[in-house]
């Protein structure tokens, strides 16, 4: 009899065949070799014009990343305060149509930030889907909103700080997409010609920070 796959036993056999070593943490780009950083700010913080630019940016690039119909796993993690866990009411979970609980499998990551301290601990949700399932723009635009309440929309409903962190890893193309706040985001791949499209098409994004080390990756 053939053993069907959970999504997190498929989503770690997806990290360990095309990012061996990696964990999914910040800042993503400085734990791979293959990567890109973008900057997503433009102009005075905290206008609405600001934030406008932050979500098309962002929203511009995924779609560079990502076809409507590729299959991608969706990780959501939140850090653990006492026995809170992720919940099917959360806002991330109400932008995928159609979500079923049985679609969703969870896991834990210790130590994930602080290799001593027992108390950093991430609960993670991981969701195998494509992407024409997903309001991604309103995730985007959430994650933009993070650290500017009461902004909306929210990962948080509450209009506290977050610690929600959410990645896109393309099943397909073998990348990863990463929003960390309204400052930029990363794209992470394994194989260096799948980016190099991104790469030239936003080369004008690339946060000039990083640029000569990311140059460096396509002499």
Do not use: C
Not at 102 to 108: A, L, N, P, T
Not at 124 to 147: C, E, F, P, Q, W
């Amino acid at each position: 009899m053939r053993t069907v796959q959970t999504s997190k036993q498929e989503y770690r056999r997806f990290l360990a065949d095309n990012f061996k070593g990696l964990r999914l943490r910040a800042p993503l780009f400085y734990s791979w070799d293959i990567g890109l950083r973008f900057n997503l700010q433009v102009g005075a913080t905290n206008t609405d014009e600001y934030f406008k630019e932050v979500t098309r940016r962002s929203s511009t690039i995924f779609e560079s990343a990502f076809d409507s119909s590729d299959k991608l796993f969706l990780v959501y993690m939140d850090y653990k305060y006492k026995r809170r866990k992720v919940r099917f009411s959360n806002f991330t979970f109400n932008q995928i149509a159609d979500l079923e609980r049985e679609e969703i499998s969870f896991s834990r990551e210790t130590r994930l930030y602080e290799a001593d301290d027992k108390f950093d601990v991430r609960n993670v949700a991981i969701i195998k889907l494509t992407v024409n399932r997903i309001n991604y723009k309103n995730i985007l635009s959430a994650i933009g909103h993070m650290d500017f309440p009461p902004r909306q929309p929210r990962l948080d409903k509450n209009g506290f700080l977050t610690n929600k962190e959410i990645y896109f890893l393309n099943i397909d193309k073998r990348l990863i997409f990463h929003m960390y706040d309204d400052r930029g985001l990363d794209v992470i791949s394994a194989d260096k010609q799948t980016i190099i499209p991104i790469y030239k098409k936003h080369n004008d994004w690339l946060l000039d920070h990083d640029r000569e080390r990311i140059n460096k990756q396509f002499e």
